[in-house]
């Protein structure tokens, strides 16, 4: 019997339970094929930027981009909860335009939760989401829209300060009603004290295996963007390589006159041809 879609109770209903597989995913088929292959949740992150869209990092990604990628993702995911990322400046300016960029990946795109970077900050802007029906999972520890001010792509927590700091955070957050909680890029210490601190399941990215799910991009995993490679990154297949020289081997084939083969040409009924032919001029058809 197929499974009913997961929802964000379902997701945070798993905390002690089972372990949460995430993937992200950008369009019709990274969104089929992380249905297929099981995930609980599939995200259409921000880093569509980078892994899609050729940018050098999260900041130039638009609501617009964001809408018209995860409207592709959710038409194809039918068991995995749809959690689409707000992108830089669209949660950042004001409560109000938070929930209503939040309800248009709802009302317009088809997820089912949102995701938003940054601590307790933030926390006014959750509650005020939920208010409108809206699921959140937070995003701490390294929150790449803040690049700016960290000075780059760097890990977070690596003192008992911040380590303590991303302890209340996530604490804040779990409070304001976040149904599960992204850690990137921290000591996996920090990461187990959260985990045990707050009721919701964190997802790891670069966190330690203490997590109660881990997430990463699809890109990533499937080697797919060679020469971007985070030390946390686990390959699990080289689908660069066998792509290259797939699509190497169509234009040797064009240039030789090699493709397309009497397989993949068609052919007129024998009579029409002869009747084709035969004509000597083609006004009347
Ligand atoms: O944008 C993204 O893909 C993310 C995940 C890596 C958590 O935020």
């Given at each position: 019997m197929p499974q009913k879609q997961r929802t964000a109770p379902d997701i945070q209903a798993a905390k002690g339970q089972r372990k949460l597989a995430v993937l992200t995913a950008y369009d019709y088929p990274t969104g089929l094929l992380a249905d297929a292959a099981g995930a609980d949740v599939v995200l259409v992150g921000d880093s569509l930027g980078m892994?899609?869209?050729?940018?050098?990092?999260?900041?130039?990604?638009?609501m617009a981009d964001m809408i018209h990628h995860t409207k592709a993702v959710a038409r194809a995911v039918k068991s995995a909860l749809v959690v689409a990322d707000m992108p830089f400046m669209s949660y950042q300016t004001s409560i109000e335009t938070a929930v209503a960029n939040a309800g248009r990946f709802i009302?317009?795109?088809?997820?089912r939760a949102v995701k938003l970077e940054g601590g307790a900050d933030f926390a006014p802007h959750v509650r005020a989401m939920l208010a409108a029906g809206i699921p959140v999972m937070g995003h701490i520890g390294?929150?790449?829209?803040q690049i700016a001010r960290l000075g780059g792509f760097k890990a977070q927590g690596k003192t008992a300060r911040a380590a303590r700091k991303l302890v209340q955070e996530a604490k804040a957050l779990a409070e304001a009603g976040c149904f599960s909680l992204v850690l990137e890029a921290m000591p996996a210490e920090v990461a187990a004290r959260i985990t045990a601190e707050i009721e919701i399941p964190t997802i790891g990215i670069g966190a330690g295996?203490?997590?109660d799910g881990q997430v990463l991009v699809f890109h990533d995993i499937l080697g797919l963007c060679p020469g971007l490679k985070p030390g946390f990154v686990k390959q699990y297949a080289d689908l660069w390589t066998p792509a290259r020289d797939g699509l190497a081997a169509y234009c040797a084939e064009v240039r030789a006159g090699a493709f397309p083969a009497e397989a993949q040409t068609r052919r007129m009924d024998p009579q029409e041809l002869a009747e084709f032919l035969a004509a000597s001029e083609y006004g009347d058809a």
């Open positions: 892994v899609c869209l050729g940018l050098p990092d999260t900041l130039g990604v638009t009302q317009e795109a088809g997820a390294l929150t790449p829209q295996p203490h997590c």
